[in-house]
């Protein structure tokens, strides 16, 4: 509505325009979200991980969004998500510079995390040994092989290559609390890139006013604007305003959270 009283479009114009650009738009920049295909291209992500956060045979740093919507016409509650709210599903994973490398939009929001996962096509790659991921190594300083993994949350399942925090709480300084904290250094670059699409990307700040389909091109497109807009050396630098992720100190190894103060 907002667009049609801005530009004198009518309505009717804009939902077809709208579509039509952003499909354009990930037809243009398809590249630059691309899953890796060699052993050499993960394990480049995977140094990625070790060096900058400090987690070792990271692959990946995986989790879900909900992308709110209006109410999908004659859809009763099959988009009606555990939050309260209709919305369709956004799976995504990130490598350790908060760059897309994988992701699915479009499973209705009453599925579950896990529930998308099952029914993904990247799922059975991964289990047939289709997605050419490297072989074990040990960790530094170990002699037993440790395969390479995305890092997920709970609502994931555990696997050979997905893991995910030790549940419940545990003291301070045990071996559980500390693999949790690695964990969680590495999950959050995910969960900071979904904060900065919904910083940069207003449109994923509240409901969509359009049908699930369309919906899935808007996120489409936004996804691969967001790649090129890290990627593009004119762009990188400005692409988004200090604070909105979270800062390490090399030296000190403090962290400072997303508009948030340095903790240890």
């Not at 579509?19 to 295909?37: G, H, M, Q, S, W």
């Not at 209709?86 to 209705?108: C, T």
Request: a positive charge.
């Amino acid at each position: 509505m907002s667009l049609s009283y801005l530009f004198k479009v009518s309505k009717q114009s804009i939902s077809e325009i709208v579509p039509e650009v952003c499909t354009a738009i990930i037809d243009v920049l398809k590249e630059f979200i691309k899953r890796p295909n060699t052993v050499e291209e993960w394990l480049d992500i995977a140094n990625g991980f070790e060096m900058r956060w400090n987690v070792p045979n990271c692959i990946g740093s995986w989790d879900g969004k909900h992308i709110a919507l209006q109410s999908p016409m004659n859809s009763g509650t099959e988009y009606y998500n555990y939050k309260g709210f209709f919305s369709i599903v956004l799976m995504a994973a990130s490598d350790s510079n908060y760059n897309l490398i994988w992701a699915n939009v479009g499973s209705q929001g009453r599925i579950s995390d896990g529930g998308v996962f099952d029914n993904m096509k990247f799922k059975n790659l991964m289990i047939s040994g289709q997605l050419k991921l490297p072989d074990s190594r040990p960790l530094r300083g170990r002699c037993t092989p440790i395969p390479y993994v995305f890092i997920a949350d709970d609502a994931f399942p555990i696997s050979h290559n997905i893991m995910k925090p030790y549940s419940g709480h545990h003291e301070k300084g045990s071996k559980e609390r500390i693999c949790n904290y690695r964990f969680s250094r590495g999950r959050r670059v995910v969960e900071n890139l979904f904060g900065i699409l919904a910083s940069v990307f207003r449109v994923f700040r509240k409901p969509m006013l359009v049908e699930p389909n369309k919906a899935e091109i808007i996120t489409l497109a936004c996804l691969h604007l967001h790649n090129y807009l890290r990627k593009s050396s004119s762009s990188k630098q400005s692409y988004w305003q200090t604070g909105t992720v979270d800062l390490e100190n090399i030296d000190t190894g403090e962290i400072t959270p997303e508009h948030g103060e340095a903790i240890k």
